[in-house]
C-alpha cells in the first residue's frame, strides 16, 4: 500500500455503518494484520498493542455491528491519546484503500478482559471493519460535511495541504483542530473545552488531533515534504490549546 493510495483515498472515504457480517478469510485478516504490525508511531516512546476482535467481543451503545474489530491499547502517558488516533487512522485509510467499510467507535467497549493487556495498558478506542452492505465511497467530494478551510486555518498559502486535514474524520464530526503557524513551521492546536463538554468529548478531541496529524503528514509527504515533529508551546488563537508543531522540509531527491 502505497502513500499515494492513501492520500487518494482521504478524497473519497466515508464512515461505513452497514456491513455485511461475513467473515473476512484468512489472508484478508492476515495482510491487515501484517500492514498494522509496520505502520508507524507518532511517538516512539509509547508502546501500544493491537487487539482484534469480533462480533461478541464488543458492546457498542451505537447500533452498528461489524464482523471484525481493531482496539489499540496503550501504555499511559502524555500524548497516548493523539498518538492513537494517528495510529489507527492508518488502519481507517488502508481498509477504505482495499475495498473495506470502517468505522471509528466511540462509544464501544471491550465485552470481556483482555488480561494481558488490562495490567499494563489501557483500551483507548476501536474501529469496525469488514465487507459493506452499503456504497463504500462518497460520489463526489461535497458529500463531505464539513467547516470550510478558513474555519480551520489562517494559512492561506497552504490551501492543498490543508484540504485533507479538512476532510479528517473526528467525534460527532467537531474537527477541534485549528492550523496555525507558517508553511515551514505549522501549528496544531486543540479547541479548549468549558467544565461542561470537557468529561464528554476530552478524551476523543485528542484522539481527533491525532487522526488530523495523519492527514496532514500524509498530505506532506505526497507534495514532497518531510515532516517532523516537536513540542514547542507555540502562540495558538485564543480559545484553542497547543498541541504540537510540525516543522516542514522539503524532501531531497
Avoid at 504490525?37 to 493491537?50: G, N, T
Avoid at 498518538?83 to 465485552?111: I, P, R, T
Avoid at 465511497?137 to 463531505?144: C, L, N, P, Q
Avoid at 496544531?188 to 492527514?215: C, F, T
Amino acid at each position: 500500500m502505497t502513500n499515494s493510495q492513501l492520500y487518494e483515498t482521504i478524497f473519497k472515504r466515508k464512515s461505513i455503518r452497514k456491513f455485511d457480517m461475513t467473515p473476512l478469510d484468512a489472508a484478508a485478516l492476515s495482510g491487515i494484520k501484517n500492514y498494522a504490525a509496520e505502520i508507524r508511531p507518532l511517538d516512539k516512546e509509547i508502546k501500544y498493542e493491537f487487539v482484534y476482535l469480533v462480533t461478541n467481543d464488543v458492546k457498542n451503545l451505537l447500533p452498528i455491528k461489524a464482523p471484525h474489530y481493531i482496539c489499540i491499547y496503550s501504555e499511559k502517558k502524555e500524548g497516548y491519546l493523539t498518538n492513537a488516533g494517528f495510529l489507527l487512522q492508518q488502519m481507517d485509510l488502508y481498509f477504505s484503500a482495499n475495498h473495506l467499510g470502517s468505522c471509528w467507535l466511540g462509544m464501544a467497549k471491550v465485552a470481556g478482559d483482555i488480561p494481558d493487556k488490562k495490567n499494563s495498558m489501557e483500551f483507548v478506542i476501536m474501529i469496525a471493519f469488514g465487507k459493506t452492505d452499503e456504497p463504500l465511497y462518497r460520489s463526489d467530494i461535497a458529500e463531505f460535511k464539513r467547516k470550510n478551510l478558513t474555519e480551520i486555518t489562517n494559512l492561506t498559502d497552504c490551501k492543498e495541504l490543508l484540504e485533507p486535514v479538512r476532510l479528517a474524520p473526528s467525534a460527532s464530526n467537531s474537527q477541534p483542530w485549528y492550523i496555525s503557524g507558517s508553511k515551514e513551521e505549522i501549528i496544531v492546536s486543540r479547541k479548549s473545552l468549558n467544565i461542561i463538554m470537557a468529561p464528554i468529548y476530552n478524551k476523543m478531541n485528542q484522539v481527533d488531533i491525532g487522526i488530523a496529524l495523519y492527514h496532514l503528514w500524509l498530505s506532506l509527504e505526497y507534495h514532497g515534504f518531510t515532516p517532523d515533529l516537536a513540542y514547542e508551546k507555540g502562540n495558538v488563537p485564543k480559545g484553542y490549546d497547543y498541541m504540537a508543531t510540525v516543522h516542514v522540509r522539503k524532501t531531497l531527491s
